[in-house]
Protein backbone atom coordinates (compact mmCIF):
# COMPACT_ATOMS: atom_id res chain seq x y z
CA UNK A 1 0.00 0.00 0.00
CA UNK A 2 1.35 3.03 -0.79
CA UNK A 3 0.42 7.27 -0.71
CA UNK A 4 1.66 9.56 -2.84
CA UNK A 5 1.02 13.08 -1.46
CA UNK A 6 1.20 16.33 -3.38
CA UNK A 7 2.44 19.41 -2.30
CA UNK A 8 2.19 22.74 -4.33
CA UNK A 9 5.42 24.61 -4.02
CA UNK A 10 3.74 27.78 -5.57
CA UNK A 11 1.19 28.45 -2.66
CA UNK A 12 1.37 31.62 -1.30
CA UNK A 13 3.21 30.14 2.18
CA UNK A 14 5.97 27.25 2.47
CA UNK A 15 5.51 24.35 4.30
CA UNK A 16 8.61 25.97 6.74
CA UNK A 17 6.48 29.36 6.82
CA UNK A 18 3.25 28.01 7.85
CA UNK A 19 3.65 26.07 11.09
CA UNK A 20 -0.39 24.89 11.50
CA UNK A 21 0.24 23.52 8.17
CA UNK A 22 3.65 21.42 9.02
CA UNK A 23 2.49 20.11 12.23
CA UNK A 24 -1.19 18.21 10.25
CA UNK A 25 0.84 17.13 7.06
CA UNK A 26 3.83 16.52 9.65
CA UNK A 27 1.02 14.41 11.88
CA UNK A 28 -0.53 12.40 8.73
CA UNK A 29 2.42 11.10 7.36
CA UNK A 30 3.14 9.94 10.99
CA UNK A 31 0.16 8.24 11.04
CA UNK A 32 0.27 6.48 7.48
CA UNK A 33 4.07 5.30 8.45
CA UNK A 34 2.81 3.64 11.80
CA UNK A 35 -0.16 1.95 9.56
CA UNK A 36 2.89 0.45 7.21
CA UNK A 37 1.77 2.68 4.11
CA UNK A 38 5.14 3.84 1.60
CA UNK A 39 4.33 7.34 1.92
CA UNK A 40 5.76 9.45 -1.14
CA UNK A 41 5.58 13.24 -1.70
CA UNK A 42 5.81 15.28 -4.67
CA UNK A 43 6.14 18.53 -4.75
CA UNK A 44 4.86 20.28 -7.68
CA UNK A 45 4.87 24.07 -9.46
CA UNK A 46 8.64 24.57 -8.14
CA UNK A 47 9.49 26.31 -11.75
CA UNK A 48 6.63 28.18 -11.55
CA UNK A 49 7.30 29.11 -7.89
CA UNK A 50 11.09 29.78 -9.26
CA UNK A 51 9.53 32.42 -12.34
CA UNK A 52 7.37 34.00 -10.14
CA UNK A 53 10.42 34.93 -7.45
CA UNK A 54 12.51 35.71 -10.80
CA UNK A 55 10.23 38.51 -11.49
CA UNK A 56 10.01 40.08 -8.15
CA UNK A 57 13.61 40.19 -8.06
CA UNK A 58 13.86 41.97 -12.01
CA UNK A 59 10.82 44.41 -10.78
CA UNK A 60 13.15 45.60 -8.23
CA UNK A 61 11.45 43.66 -5.24
CA UNK A 62 13.04 41.65 -2.53
CA UNK A 63 11.69 37.96 -2.98
CA UNK A 64 11.26 35.63 0.31
CA UNK A 65 13.54 33.11 -1.16
CA UNK A 66 16.47 33.39 -3.52
CA UNK A 67 15.32 32.01 -6.77
CA UNK A 68 19.01 30.82 -7.45
CA UNK A 69 21.03 30.96 -10.67
CA UNK A 70 19.43 27.59 -11.86
CA UNK A 71 16.09 25.53 -12.01
CA UNK A 72 18.16 22.58 -10.21
CA UNK A 73 19.62 24.38 -7.85
CA UNK A 74 16.45 25.92 -6.43
CA UNK A 75 14.74 22.93 -6.54
CA UNK A 76 17.83 21.27 -4.62
CA UNK A 77 17.39 23.90 -1.57
CA UNK A 78 13.77 23.72 -1.74
CA UNK A 79 13.65 20.00 -1.22
CA UNK A 80 16.54 20.39 1.52
CA UNK A 81 14.35 22.88 3.46
CA UNK A 82 10.95 21.08 2.93
CA UNK A 83 12.31 18.14 4.12
CA UNK A 84 14.31 20.08 7.63
CA UNK A 85 10.96 21.49 8.37
CA UNK A 86 9.18 18.14 7.78
CA UNK A 87 11.40 15.82 9.84
CA UNK A 88 10.62 18.90 13.03
CA UNK A 89 6.90 18.54 12.74
CA UNK A 90 6.16 15.69 14.27
CA UNK A 91 7.59 12.67 16.39
CA UNK A 92 9.04 10.53 14.46
CA UNK A 93 10.02 11.72 10.94
CA UNK A 94 13.83 12.66 12.24
CA UNK A 95 14.54 10.08 9.07
CA UNK A 96 11.24 10.07 7.11
CA UNK A 97 12.10 12.32 4.34
CA UNK A 98 14.34 11.70 2.33
CA UNK A 99 15.17 13.73 -1.15
CA UNK A 100 14.59 11.08 -3.86
CA UNK A 101 13.54 8.48 -2.29
CA UNK A 102 10.70 9.44 -0.52
CA UNK A 103 10.54 13.28 -1.48
CA UNK A 104 10.63 14.40 -5.03
CA UNK A 105 10.26 17.10 -7.63
CA UNK A 106 7.51 16.57 -9.79
CA UNK A 107 6.71 18.62 -12.57
CA UNK A 108 2.88 19.19 -13.31
CA UNK A 109 1.11 20.93 -16.06
CA UNK A 110 -2.05 22.56 -15.59
CA UNK A 111 -3.34 21.28 -19.04
CA UNK A 112 -2.78 18.68 -21.40
CA UNK A 113 -2.38 20.98 -24.14
CA UNK A 114 0.35 22.61 -21.50
CA UNK A 115 2.09 19.13 -21.14
CA UNK A 116 2.09 18.43 -25.24
CA UNK A 117 3.59 22.02 -25.78
CA UNK A 118 6.13 20.42 -22.92
CA UNK A 119 7.17 17.37 -24.53
CA UNK A 120 7.42 19.03 -28.29
CA UNK A 121 9.96 21.81 -26.61
CA UNK A 122 11.64 19.11 -25.39
CA UNK A 123 15.60 19.41 -24.80
CA UNK A 124 15.12 22.83 -27.32
CA UNK A 125 14.52 25.04 -23.65
CA UNK A 126 17.50 26.13 -21.97
CA UNK A 127 18.01 23.84 -19.27
CA UNK A 128 18.93 27.07 -16.65
CA UNK A 129 15.24 28.13 -17.13
CA UNK A 130 13.15 25.31 -16.75
CA UNK A 131 13.35 21.60 -16.18
CA UNK A 132 14.38 19.81 -18.87
CA UNK A 133 12.43 16.59 -20.44
CA UNK A 134 14.99 14.36 -19.32
CA UNK A 135 14.95 15.16 -15.79
CA UNK A 136 10.73 15.25 -15.67
CA UNK A 137 10.85 11.71 -17.00
CA UNK A 138 13.32 10.43 -14.60
CA UNK A 139 11.47 12.38 -11.67
CA UNK A 140 7.96 10.73 -12.42
CA UNK A 141 9.69 7.32 -13.10
CA UNK A 142 11.67 7.68 -9.88
CA UNK A 143 8.61 8.71 -8.30
CA UNK A 144 6.52 5.72 -9.28
CA UNK A 145 9.15 3.26 -8.13
CA UNK A 146 9.63 4.98 -4.79
CA UNK A 147 5.64 3.63 -4.43
CA UNK A 148 6.29 -0.25 -4.94
CA UNK A 149 7.32 -2.39 -2.16
CA UNK A 150 10.51 -2.97 -2.93
CA UNK A 151 11.30 0.02 -5.37
CA UNK A 152 14.59 -0.59 -7.86
CA UNK A 153 16.06 1.79 -10.18
CA UNK A 154 17.65 0.74 -13.35
CA UNK A 155 21.46 2.15 -13.91
CA UNK A 156 23.70 1.48 -16.80
CA UNK A 157 21.27 -1.63 -17.32
CA UNK A 158 21.38 -3.36 -14.02
CA UNK A 159 18.88 -2.66 -10.81
CA UNK A 160 19.75 -0.71 -7.94
CA UNK A 161 18.01 -0.80 -4.61
CA UNK A 162 16.16 2.51 -3.71
CA UNK A 163 17.29 3.74 -0.33
CA UNK A 164 14.47 2.10 1.92
CA UNK A 165 11.65 3.75 3.72
CA UNK A 166 11.66 4.36 7.00
CA UNK A 167 8.94 2.75 8.92
CA UNK A 168 7.74 4.37 12.30
CA UNK A 169 6.64 3.24 15.44
CA UNK A 170 4.98 4.80 17.55
CA UNK A 171 6.55 6.26 20.91
CA UNK A 172 4.88 5.00 23.98
CA UNK A 173 5.42 5.34 28.06
Do not use: K
Amino acid sequence: RAVVLVVDAAAPASLWEDEEARSRFGGLIAALLRQRYIVVVAVTRLALHRGRLVEVTRQGGVPRERPRASYEDFASRYLSRFCESLRSAADGLAHFPMINATVFDAPAWPTRRAWLVASELGQAVAPAEVPTLVHIRSQLGRLLLATQAEPQLCCQGRLVAVPPVYQVEPVTG
